[in-house]
């Protein structure tokens, strides 16, 4: 009996994590594929005397409120936090952590352009369109992302090697076993004799074979002497061998992570933080945003809406003629509302992910002494990444982020991550970094943990759907609610993105004008 399609798909989500679930569904076709991006463009004038409620100011929250005002609506946003951005937050020094349940912590870093930490959303994909062009219409400033360096180290089955190391002798072992293959004749039904020799010429360049298409190494993966001046020609160091990287995970989420569309090797991100391009839509709209006004209550008044929120004045009320709720399922479920039996059951079977960051300000030794600039280190301990700084190149200290727990390198690891206190994350941290960069884990200072489930107002970091809920939960929240309308990164198909947030919004935005139209 074959495997049906979910149960397959959650065989390489174990094997692999989320990369290799990611990339697998994506050849599938489950994932939706970028369009050109248009903006909504709704008729100037068209929402003249409609007042709308905003629930929220996050990207979805902010770009409902953008859009609509440009169409003369009269939109009030209340939001909890006492800034724009919702999970894209940027954190600097001086900043206060609130953490559910946990001791509050205080960012005691020092100030500049480059000292600061994502907390959420860290980069954008040259396919985010819709973010892209609010990047460019407002005038936020972008600078390269590094995603991907192969000089970075990768850590599993007790041994730390390069990226470009177990990307290069895994290439080369490859190479070698389907060069093997053609020569015994394995492939004669697929291949002509012509076929065969082109493609055994192309595999010896593309794995660095030897004359006898055998993979003993290569410079592409690891010197063992660096080329020099005069008499230094390079030569390369000894390959990792096949039995041993299929015992390490190397072929996990961190040797195709750059192949998945959203993951470029080259990336973008906001100079000065990714909360830039929330605060640039938030100064558009800064007359209609409501900080610290808590909802409490969501209710049906006869055909529009009415919206009970705490402030610091005290129990406040808005009415409005329709709502557009973008508050993250978590937190929303909590709150009293007049939501059909649908859009109930629904929010209650939504899940979301854990998520879990450490960040360190530190001297910068893996540019000034390990000349490795941007990217990622992957490690199978339960903190999963090292993210380097892309901005500041050539400054003396830097924010480093020294955990990124959300499931790539295991489905295990975001759950047993969050779980731990404050002084464990940390420890697995510079464990990981001192692996990394011996004798550095010591110099690694004033740190800072942000678990998304156990954070205000978020309580977890993105949706987690199973494909089935798309035609049913999913379904039933992309429709109207009467009067209320559903936004946010859960509702798309590019799930913990700000592009998903903006894209839901756009949608929902395009069903509310619709609506008034038809009024």
């Given amino acids: 009996m074959g495997l049906s399609r979910r149960a397959f798909l959650e065989r390489v989500g174990k094997a692999g994590g989320y990369g290799a679930l990611y990339v697998t569904m994506q050849g599938m076709g489950l994932l939706a594929t970028p369009k050109a991006y248009a903006a909504p463009n709704l008729p100037a004038g068209s929402g003249k005397g409609v007042k709308v409620a905003v629930l929220g100011a996050g990207v979805a929250g902010l770009v ?11 939109v009030t946003v209340l939001e909890a936090r006492q800034r724009p951005g919702g999970r894209a937050w940027s954190v600097r020094g001086g900043d206060r952590i609130q953490q559910i349940g946990r001791p509050d912590q205080t960012v005691d870093w020092e100030s500049g352009r480059h000292h600061y930490f994502n907390a959420g959303p860290a980069r954008i994909p040259q396919t985010h369109r819709a973010i892209l062009s609010y990047c460019r219409d407002l005038g936020v400033p972008l600078e390269v992302m590094v995603n991907g360096n192969r000089m970075a180290k990768l850590d599993f089955g007790g041994k730390v090697v390069t990226n470009g190391q177990a990307t290069n002798d895994t290439r080369g072992a490859f190479a070698e076993l389907l060069s093997k293959a053609i020569s015994r004749g394995s492939l004669d039904q697929e291949l002509t004799p012509a076929d065969k020799q082109a493609l055994l010429g192309y595999l010896g360049f593309y794995g660095d074979l030897n004359p006898e298409r055998m993979y003993a190494g290569s410079v592409r993966s690891t010197f063992k002497d660096p080329p020099g001046g005069y008499l230094h020609p390079p030569s390369s160091g000894e390959p990792l061998r096949l039995k041993d990287m299929m015992q390490s995970r190397f072929w996990g989420a961190s040797l195709i992570f750059e192949e998945i569309s959203e993951m470029q090797a080259t990336m973008l991100q906001p100079v000065g933080g990714m909360d830039r391009i929330s605060y640039a839509l938030y100064e ?4 209609a945003v409501k900080f610290g006004a808590e909802v409490k209550e969501i209710r049906r008044r006869g055909k529009g809406v009415r919206i009970a929120y ?18 993250p399922v978590p937190v929303l479920r909590k709150i009293t509302a007049d939501f059909s039996p649908a859009v109930q059951k629904a929010l209650a079977n939504t899940q979301y992910h854990e998520g879990t960051k450490v960040a360190w300000q530190t001297r910068r030794f893996w540019e000034q002494d390990d000349f490795q600039y941007g990217g990622l280190g ?51 941290s510079r464990r990981v970094i001192e692996k990394f960069h011996p004798g ?64 839901s919004s756009h949608e929902a935005i395009k069903l509310l004008q619709a609506r008034v139209s038809a009024a």
């Fill in 64 to 74: 409902a409120a953008y859009e609509l005002r440009k169409a003369g609506y009269e």
């Fill in 378 to 428: 992957w490690t199978e301990e339960p903190s999963e990444l090292v993210w380097y700084p892309s901005g500041g190149f050539g400054e003396k200290t830097g924010i480093l982020v020294g955990a990124y727990s959300i499931g790539f390198s295991g489905p295990e690891n975001p759950r047993k991550f969050a779980a731990m206190s404050f002084d464990e994350r940390f420890a697995v």
């Fill in 440 to 503: 550095r884990g010591r110099e690694l200072g004033k740190p800072v943990t942000v678990a998304w489930d156990q954070t205000p107002y978020s309580e977890g970091v993105a949706v987690s759907w199973e494909e089935a809920q798309r035609t049913t939960d999913y379904a039933t929240l992309c429709r109207p609610d009467g009067p209320f309308f559903f936004a946010g990164e859960h509702l798309s198909y590019i799930n913990a993105w700000q592009e998903g947030a903006a894209l």
């Fill in 284 to 287: 558009q709209v800064k007359p």
């Fill in 310 to 327: 705490v402030d610091a004045g005290g129990a406040q009320r808005l009415d409005a003629d329709y709502a557009i709720v973008t508050i």
